[in-house]
C-alpha cells in the first residue's frame, strides 16, 4: 500500500503543499456539522497527524461517523498545508478522500479518556496503541540500537548462546525445566534419572537463566563479547521489577580485571543514557510529564556524575547506621534488600553506585574469591528508584578454586565440564555483567512497574 510515514509528513518542509496518501489509527476525532477533525497516529511517531475535513467539498460526508470512531484504520489522500493552530511549524493535512481499512465498533476499550496502567494489562493486545506504550516502545528500540552501536564499536562479537541448557549459571534453582515427557509418563519411572534418561535430551533440560557460562567460552576465543536476548527465571517474586522472561545485555570481556568491567559498564550505562535523551525527545517530554518529574535532569546526572564505587562491607556499616525503619535486619554477611539498595543510592548517594566484594556465601560459584578468603570480586549497579540493574564479577580463573567453590556447593561437576575446562587450556582473567533490559528502560523512563516495559509480560500466575 503506497503512502507516508506519519512521521515523515510531519517532520520534513518538502510535504508542505504537496499531495501525500498516510495511514494510521484515529486515535480522537471531532465532528461539527461543516467540519470534522480527526486526529491519527500510525505509530511512527508519538504526535498524531491532524486531518482536516471540510464536509461541504468533502465526497464521502454522508461516511463520516465511520471515519471519526476510535480505533478505526483508515488511508487517507490530501493535502500537507501549515496548521492553522499550531505555533511551533507543525503541519495538518486538508483532506480530499478516505478510505476505510478496518471499522472499529464502539465497545472498543480505548475511549478517550486516559485508562490507568492496571487496566491496560488487562489487554496487553491493545494497549500498545497508547500514547504511553507508543513510548515505552520508541525509547526500547533506540536503547537497543544504542546498545548494539556501543558494543560494535568497540570491537565486541555478538554471540546468541543457547535459551535450552543443561546447566544452571546462577545455581539458584530458578530454572523453568523443558520437556517432551507426558504427565501420564512419569508414572512409569522410578528415579528422576530414569525419567530424564527418556526424555528429548536424555537428561533434564531447562530455560537459560543466563547466558554467561557459554558467553565465556566465546569470550576465550573472541576476547571481547556480547548476548543479547531472553533469559528465563522461574522465581516466585511477585514485585514491579521481576517477570520471568526478560532480555538480558551480558558483556564477557578477556583480560579485563573487576575495575576494568566496572569502568566499561559505567561507560555503557552513559552512553546509552544519552543516546535516548538526544534521540527520543518528545518521548522524554511525556515520560517527564506523566511519570517522573525532574527525569532529563536525573538523566543529565547520571551522564554527568561519576558513579560511586562502594565496598560491601562499607554499604553494611551505613545501613546498620541509617536512621530507616528497614523491614530486613541488616548485618555483615545478609544479602541487600530493594529497601536497602534503594536507600544507599537514593537517601545516601544520590546517583548510580556499584556495590562490590559481597560475602561469597551469597553470590555465585563462579566468582572470582578475593584474598581476604571471605568476599568475591564481585558488584552490583544500584540506581535509584529501581535498585539493581546490574550484577558483575571478575570470574574466578583458576581450575582449583573454581573446582572447590562448586565441591562446597555441591554442584554437578559433570554438567559444567565444558566450562571448568576453560581453566584448563590458557586461562586468563576476565569479567563481565548481565543488564536487565527492561529494569534499564525502566530507570530511562520513569515507568515504575516492569510489566509496562515488556509487551507480553510473563510473571508468577500469569500468561497471555
Ligand atoms: O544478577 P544476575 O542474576 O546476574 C547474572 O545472571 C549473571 N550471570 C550476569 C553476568 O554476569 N553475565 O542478573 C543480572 C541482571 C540483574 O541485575 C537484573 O537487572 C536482571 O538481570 N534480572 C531481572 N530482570 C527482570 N526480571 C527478573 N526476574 C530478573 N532477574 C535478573
Request: contains cysteine.
Amino acid at each position: 500500500m503506497k503512502h507516508v510515514d506519519i512521521i515523515e509528513v510531519m517532520t520534513k518542509e518538502e510535504y508542505v503543499g504537496r499531495e501525500v496518501t498516510v495511514c494510521g489509527w484515529v486515535r480522537t476525532a471531532r465532528d461539527s456539522k461543516t467540519m470534522a477533525f480527526i486526529e491519527l497516529n500510525d505509530g511512527t511517531s508519538l504526535k498524531h497527524i491532524q486531518l482536516v475535513v471540510d464536509k461541504e467539498t468533502f465526497g464521502k460526508a454522508d461516511e463520516m461517523s465511520n471515519f471519526t470512531k476510535l480505533g478505526s484504520s483508515l488511508k487517507v489522500v490530501g493535502t500537507v498545508v501549515p496548521s492553522a493552530v499550531a505555533q511551533d511549524g507543525g503541519v495538518e493535512i486538508n483532506v480530499s478522500d478516505i478510505e476505510l481499512l478496518g471499522p472499529c465498533p464502539e465497545d472498543y476499550p480505548l475511549q478517550k479518556k486516559r485508562t490507568n496502567l492496571e487496566t491496560l494489562r488487562t489487554m496487553p493486545h491493545l494497549r500498545v496503541r497508547t500514547n504511553t506504550f507508543n513510548a515505552v516502545f520508541r525509547v526500547r528500540s533506540v536503547l537497543a540500537a544504542a546498545i548494539h552501536e556501543y558494543f560494535q564499536d568497540r570491537h565486541y562479537v555478538y554471540v546468541n548462546t543457547p535459551l535450552i541448557t543443561g546447566s544452571d549459571c546462577e545455581g539458584a534453582g530458578e530454572m523453568f525445566k523443558v520437556t517432551t515427557q507426558s504427565f501420564e509418563d512419569a508414572a512409569k519411572y522410578k528415579t528422576a534419572d530414569e525419567y530424564y534418561a527418556d526424555d528429548f535430551f536424555g537428561k533434564s533440560a531447562g530455560l537459560s537463566v543466563s547466558g554467561q557460562l557459554e558467553g565465556e567460552v566465546a569470550a576465550m576465543a573472541f576476547g571481547k563479547i556480547y548476548t543479547f536476548g531472553p533469559s528465563f527465571r522461574a522465581e516466585n517474586s511477585n514485585t514491579t521489577r521481576h517477570v520471568a522472561e526478560f532480555w538480558h545485555v551480558e558483556p564477557e570481556v578477556a583480560f579485563a580485571e573487576l575495575p576494568d568491567i566496572i569502568e566499561m559498564a559505567e561507560d555503557m550505562i552513559k552512553y546509552i543514557t544519552k543516546a535516548v535523551m538526544e534521540r527520543c525527545p518528545a518521548e522524554l517530554d511525556f515520560f517527564e510529564k506523566f511519570f517522573e518529574k525532574g527525569l532529563r535532569e536525573k538523566l543529565t546526572n547520571v551522564i554527568e556524575s561519576d558513579f560511586e564505587v562502594l565496598d560491601y562491607t562499607k554499604a553494611i556499616e551505613i545501613l546498620e547506621k541509617a536512621d530507616a525503619d528497614f523491614k530486613y535486619p541488616v548485618s555483615w554477611g545478609c544479602d541487600l534488600q530493594t529497601e536497602h539498595e534503594r536507600y544507599i543510592t537514593e537517601e545516601v548517594f544520590k546517583k548510580p553506585v556499584f556495590v562490590t566484594n559481597y560475602p561469597k556465601e551469597i553470590k555465585s560459584f563462579y566468582m572470582k574469591q578475593n584474598p581476604d578468603g571471605k568476599t568475591v570480586a564481585a558488584t552490583d549497579l544500584l540506581v535509584p528508584g529501581i535498585g539493581e540493574i546490574i550484577g558483575c564479577s571478575e570470574r574466578e580463573a583458576d581450575y582449583d578454586k573454581l573446582l572447590e567453590a562448586m565441591n562446597v556447593r555441591g554442584m554437578n561437576l559433570d554438567d559444567y565440564n565444558d566450562y571448568i575446562d576453560l581453566r584448563k587450556f590458557g586461562s586468563v582473567p576476565h569479567s563481565g555483567f548481565g543488564l536487565g533490559f527492561e529494569r534499564m528502560l525502566m530507570y530511562v523512563t520513569g515507568v515504575q512497574n516492569i510489566r509496562d516495559v515488556i509487551l507480553f509480560p510473563r510473571t508468577v500466575g500469569s500468561i497471555r
